[in-house]
Protein backbone atom coordinates (compact mmCIF):
# COMPACT_ATOMS: atom_id res chain seq x y z
CA UNK A 1 0.00 0.00 0.00
CA UNK A 2 1.43 3.61 -1.00
CA UNK A 3 1.85 6.00 1.41
CA UNK A 4 -0.42 9.09 0.49
CA UNK A 5 1.31 12.26 -1.47
CA UNK A 6 0.57 15.86 0.11
CA UNK A 7 0.68 19.00 -1.30
CA UNK A 8 1.19 22.07 -0.02
CA UNK A 9 -1.50 23.66 -0.05
CA UNK A 10 -3.01 20.66 1.83
CA UNK A 11 -0.24 21.09 4.28
CA UNK A 12 -1.22 24.77 4.66
CA UNK A 13 -4.86 23.86 5.64
CA UNK A 14 -3.96 21.63 8.48
CA UNK A 15 -1.83 24.06 9.48
CA UNK A 16 -5.00 26.59 9.58
CA UNK A 17 -3.63 28.27 7.02
CA UNK A 18 -4.87 30.10 3.99
CA UNK A 19 -4.09 27.70 1.10
CA UNK A 20 -4.27 29.30 -2.47
CA UNK A 21 -1.54 30.04 -4.51
CA UNK A 22 -1.29 33.59 -3.74
CA UNK A 23 -1.33 33.37 0.30
CA UNK A 24 1.28 30.75 0.11
CA UNK A 25 3.09 32.94 -1.67
CA UNK A 26 2.32 36.02 0.55
CA UNK A 27 3.55 33.31 3.45
CA UNK A 28 7.19 32.01 2.06
CA UNK A 29 7.26 36.22 1.15
CA UNK A 30 6.69 37.43 4.66
CA UNK A 31 8.76 34.58 6.70
CA UNK A 32 11.38 33.67 4.00
CA UNK A 33 14.18 32.89 3.96
CA UNK A 34 14.47 31.90 7.77
CA UNK A 35 18.22 32.00 8.97
CA UNK A 36 20.07 28.49 8.87
CA UNK A 37 20.11 27.17 12.45
CA UNK A 38 16.40 27.82 12.81
CA UNK A 39 14.51 24.94 13.41
CA UNK A 40 11.08 24.55 10.94
CA UNK A 41 8.68 24.20 13.94
CA UNK A 42 10.48 26.56 16.40
CA UNK A 43 10.19 29.43 13.74
CA UNK A 44 8.45 32.48 15.69
CA UNK A 45 5.46 32.61 13.23
CA UNK A 46 3.76 29.35 14.40
CA UNK A 47 1.16 29.47 17.15
CA UNK A 48 1.85 26.63 19.43
CA UNK A 49 -0.53 24.45 17.99
CA UNK A 50 0.97 24.35 14.78
CA UNK A 51 4.66 24.50 15.71
CA UNK A 52 3.15 20.96 17.93
CA UNK A 53 1.86 19.44 14.22
CA UNK A 54 5.25 20.08 12.30
CA UNK A 55 6.91 18.57 14.95
CA UNK A 56 5.06 15.34 15.56
CA UNK A 57 4.63 15.38 11.46
CA UNK A 58 8.42 15.36 11.12
CA UNK A 59 9.71 13.24 14.28
CA UNK A 60 7.03 10.83 13.39
CA UNK A 61 8.02 10.37 9.54
CA UNK A 62 4.38 10.40 9.28
CA UNK A 63 2.20 10.42 5.94
CA UNK A 64 3.27 14.72 6.28
CA UNK A 65 6.64 14.30 6.53
CA UNK A 66 7.58 14.62 2.68
CA UNK A 67 5.68 17.88 3.09
CA UNK A 68 7.14 19.40 5.82
CA UNK A 69 10.36 18.64 4.57
CA UNK A 70 9.36 20.34 1.37
CA UNK A 71 8.19 23.94 3.43
CA UNK A 72 11.26 23.60 5.68
CA UNK A 73 13.34 23.22 2.40
CA UNK A 74 11.54 26.56 0.93
CA UNK A 75 11.62 28.62 3.99
CA UNK A 76 15.19 28.51 4.63
CA UNK A 77 16.08 29.14 0.77
CA UNK A 78 17.70 32.52 0.30
CA UNK A 79 15.33 34.59 -1.79
CA UNK A 80 16.58 36.32 -4.97
Known sequence: MNAPHHRLEELFAQLGLASNAPAIQAFFKTHA???SGQSLAD?????EAQSRLLKEEM???ADWAEVVDQLNLALHQPRP
Open 43 to 47: APFWT
Open 59 to 61: LGD
Open 33 to 35: PMP
